[in-house]
């Protein structure tokens, strides 16, 4: 089996940085297929968002992953209408697409396998589960609709910063003495802002910060920020931060 192409690659970090947010059977946690093009930056090419995104790397992560036995994750990529993902999906693993049950157990696969040799980079180890996760019944589930994109960009300027919060300098030291920090996009991915995934539009920070920013309860100040050698920030995005998240809440 050959390798998986760059646009596979692409799409298969993009989805593995989703994995942690996803809940199996619950496809309101997925991602649509307008969102991964708007996230990747991607060009329509096609009739709809489905027929594009085939021909810029999912026909090709689909097939490696079902010619390799690998779990089906491209399960992920569904239509926001259907909550479904497409017919192609299910027919390329010789299922139909009522067979759900297989498919929640692809996701749940997807969630346990070690993608990591096949990204372009390793992802950072995932955050340590809350303390009180253990108080949660069988039938609970928290789900949160503030989704931590975390781009192959985004890791970049962590490592930039060495996961140190450019507000407030703070960084977690996780059991493994590893360091976790956040990414956030200052003029958000997706609708209705339609920030790019560039570096300047990102900054790094702790999961407060992140919450802050997120929420438009925090301005941004560019004497307030700590840049770290490589890694600068536009005052553009800045800008729209401060005149259109953090105005709408004063």
Known sequence: MSDLDEQGTRLLDLLVSILPKVTPNDPNTYISYKDVHTILQLH??????????????????????????????????????????????????????????????????????????FLPIAPPPPPPIASDFAALTAREEVITNRIIRDTVLARQVKRLNNYECQLCGHTIILPNGSRYAEAHH???????????????????????????????????APEGIRYAQGHSISSTYIQYHNEVIWSQKT
């Not at 999912?58 to 497409?86: E, N, Q």
């Not at 017919?87 to 297989?102: P, V």
């Not at 407060?208 to 929420?215: G, M, R």
């Open 186 to 220: 200052i003029r958000p991915l997706g609708e209705p802002h339609n920030g790019p995934d560039a570096i300047e539009n990102i900054i790094c920070v702790c999961p407060n910060h992140h919450a802050e920013l997120d929420y438009g309860v925090r301005p941004l």
């Open 44 to 117: 329509l090419m096609g009739p709809t968002y489905g027929e594009s995104l085939k021909h810029q790397g999912l026909s090709s992560l689909a097939d490696w992953t079902a010619s390799s036995d690998k779990p089906g994750i491209t399960g992920l990529i569904i239509d926001r209408g259907t909550l479904m993902p497409g017919d192609g999906y299910f027919h390329l693993f010789n299922k139909t697409n009522e067979d759900f049950q297989w498919w929640a157990n692809e996701i749940r696969r997807s969630k346990e396998f070690d993608w990591s040799p």
